[in-house]
């Protein structure tokens, strides 16, 4: 069992407190935790940047935290793995009719892509759990503002399935794949259409199907929907200038985009769209490490499965396209891609041990859980800016800065 020592604790305090003062990014929160309780928890900044009227960020503050979605979309299909209900050998396409035939296209710079050929390989589940189905982002990515298409398009709710898959496809005679499934990795659109794959299974949306096998049993607050608590609590996002880097509330500013947050007309985007605070988010990684340790009452996921999250899938050269795409945010090399989320290879001085599972969100928003410490932490900010939140520098400092402290006060 780990603990926290007091001056290690006062560090903590000390940084966050800095980061307010400095005001070099926006509101933050961030926490640590084990198996047995919360380590630490802090926030700092106000909720509007540069309104002092706005009120203190708190633990309590709702993120949109992006692409921390993924977890909870893989741990959904690795649950109805385990009840039987869903095999990662079956084929897409028996499940998603939609996804039709997939065709391979040319790796240029064209928009839209050139289709070379029908994909000779079976598109599975599998491929999905560790993004070797060879779905990718079409467009160039404008990386920092604008959610890319067709994420951040509108759908009828009543069958965005198909609609999500006549986007993707657009002229082309079938959905585009950037390579053969199976043969590399590529970071695009597979928990997307994994989440399809588990509301087709259940019959149910997937925020419906999360909110009775893993927010209701774990107790925590979390919604694809931005309703009722959520929305009172929800924290505004800024907007970081590229030109001088200067910090703004974000207005919908030009070339800016985010997902659509009318209830009424929200699709579950399994990659992308849940809104939790922090603290619940924590409250999750807790709640499997509690699985690993044997310590949790009520696991929503066997020790089995809880284990399969930090185990590499990935091949040398499909690690390799996982590294090269991480280079170009700025993180750290040596990883591969279990069935749910980014795993280390080797330790990382200072911070995490080799076998750590970890992922961010577009905004700003970063998470790990360290198996082999037996510790998880959580850090964010909401911000829009060229590099997205997840990449702006200033961030990545807080983050790391954050990481290193709370190993070295581990006593």
């Known amino acids: 069992m780990v603990f926290l020592s007091s001056k290690g604790k006062a560090q903590l305090d000390a940084f966050i407190s800095t980061l307010a003062k400095e005001g070099k990014i926006p509101a933050y929160v961030a926490g640590a935790t084990t198996a047995d309780g919360e380590l630490y928890f802090n926030a700092s900044g106000k909720k509007i940047v540069g309104d002092e009227s706005s009120g203190d960020v708190n633990a309590d503050s709702v993120f949109w935290v992006c692409s921390m979605t993924k977890l909870l979309t893989h741990i959904s299909a690795l649950q109805l793995i385990e009840h039987g209900n869903l095999d990662p050998e079956t084929p897409v396409v028996d499940i998603l009719p939609q996804i039709g035939q997939p065709v391979i296209v040319s790796n240029d710079v064209s928009n839209p892509p050139k289709a070379i050929g029908t994909a000779k ?76 794959v588990v509301e087709k299974i259940t019959g149910q949306t997937l925020d419906a199907y999360m909110q009775a096998h893993i927010f209701q049993p774990i107790g925590v607050k979390a919604s694809f929907y931005l309703t009722g608590e959520l929305k009172e609590k929800i924290l505004p996002i800024a907007y970081r200038h590229a030109s001088d880097r200067r910090l703004e509330p974000w207005t919908n500013q030009p070339d800016t985009k985010i997902l659509q947050r009318d209830p009424a007309k929200v699709t579950c985007i399994g990659g992308w769209g849940i809104y ?136």
């Open 121 to 196: 390989n079976v598109l599975r589940v599998k491929h999905l759990l560790n993004f070797t189905s060879g779905l990718y982002n079409v467009q160039k990515l404008t990386r920092g503002t604008i959610v890319p298409d067709p994420i951040g398009l509108d759908y009828d709710v009543e069958d965005p399935h198909t609609a999500f898959f006549d986007k993707l496809k657009g002229n082309l005679p079938g959905v585009p794949l950037k390579f053969e499934p199976g043969t590399d990795f590529v970071y695009g659109y597979s928990s997307d259409v994994l989440g399809f």
């Open 276 to 411: 939790t605070s922090l603290r619940d988010y924590l409250s999750i990684l807790r709640h499997l490490l509690q699985i690993l340790d044997g310590k949790a009452s009520k696991p929503i996921i066997s020790l089995e499965t809880a284990k399969s999250l930090f185990v590499p899938t990935l091949s040398e050269n499909e690690a390799d396209s996982l590294t090269a795409w991480m280079d170009e945010t700025g993180s750290l090399k040596n990883m591969s891609w279990s069935n749910a989320i980014a795993v280390t290879k080797v330790d990382w001085q200072g911070k995490r041990k080799a076998g750590s599972g970890h992922w961010g969100g577009w905004l700003g928003t970063s998470f790990w859980i360290d198996p082999a410490t037996g510790i998880a932490g959580v850090n964010g900010v909401q911000l829009l800016c060229v590099t997205a939140g997840s990449g702006d520098e200033d961030v990545i400092m807080a983050f790391d800065t954050f990481e290193r402290l709370i190993y070295s006060s581990l006593e």
